[in-house]
């Protein structure tokens, strides 16, 4: 009887397996987005990244790897849509834009305090769900929003797509604000990818100074300068600056990712210099 249990689950895993295989052969490219310490913006990035180069014409997903603070679907303005599924067990992505869609722990909940208590192995199994049961269709990028840290959700997600796509690993794009106690934590993001063997991108410097909208004089409030040091010691490329701009905070809380709908702000003009630098590398 043992036995027969053993077997069948067997089966369903390696069936899994062959689903998994099968929906990552339609991505042509994965952006893990990451950094050691909360609340530097990783999320800002990933809603951003996502939607650049869903304006350039690239077809894009968004996974929200976050399951206990799934902030994407605010940023992006799809709190509250339900995820659905198809007739055949697919579960489909949220569409935001055309080209544009995206998968979130957030819309599965019933109301937007709920928290989401759940241990290492139950989120290994969710995600696997999405990466195996999200028909996204042809994509791409996907790009995926990370907790802060080198914990279970980053871990799980790059095993899962190396594995089922046959040693191509994901890239990684480390997102640090200059402080000195960020940029400890986001080394550490850095080291962590080298040890997946995720391909580097680089490393972002967010919230890098502030212009008085008076007088025009730069407030350096986190320091500046910081990330782009990190990423000459620990050999990466550097992508860029992105100031502090109320723009961001304002679009973010609006759902309307600037990199859609306000792209002259001074932090829109600066990302999109490292969108540039960063489809130089693919
Ligand atoms: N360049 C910026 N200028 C102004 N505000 C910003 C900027 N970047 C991010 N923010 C704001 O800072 C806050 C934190 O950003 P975000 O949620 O993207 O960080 P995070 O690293 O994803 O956080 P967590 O670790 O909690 O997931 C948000 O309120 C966001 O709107
Ligand atoms: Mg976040």
Known sequence: MIKIKEKTKAKEMSEEQE????????????????????GVGKSTVAA????????????????????????????????GRPLMGDEEGNMLPVEVYKNLSLVSVGNLLQNRDQPVVWRGPVKHTMMRHFLANVK????????????????????SIAQLISQAQAGITPYALV?????????????????FARTLNLKLLGIIE?????????????????????????????????????????????????????????????????????????????
Request: net charge negative.
């Open 19 to 38: 689903k998994l295989k099968e929906r990552l052969s339609h991505i042509r490219h994965t952006i893990m987005v990451m950094s050691g310490k909360g």
């Open 48 to 79: 951003n990244l996502a939607a650049a180069l869903a304006r350039q014409g690239y077809a894009v997903g968004v996974l929200d790897g976050d399951m206990h603070g799934p902030n994407i679907p605010l940023i992006m303005g799809v709190e």
């Open 136 to 155: 996204w269709g042809e994509l791409d990028f996907l790009v995926v929003d990370l907790p802060p840290g080198t914990g279970d959700e980053p871990l």
């Open 175 to 191: 997102v640090t604000t200059p402080q000195d106690v960020a940029l400890l934590d986001s080394r550490k993001s850095v080291e």
């Open 206 to 282: 967010n919230m890098s100074s502030f212009s008085c909208p008076h007088c025009g004089h730069a407030i350096d409030l986190f320091k500046q300068g910081g990330g782009e040091r990190a990423a000459t010691e620990l050999g990466v490329p550097f992508l860029g600056a992105i100031p502090i701009d109320p723009n961001v905070v304002r679009d973010t809380d609006n759902g309307k990712p600037f990199m859609l709908y306000a792209m002259g702000c001074a932090a829109g003009m600066s990302f999109q210099r490292i969108v540039e630098k960063i489809m130089k590398m693919f």
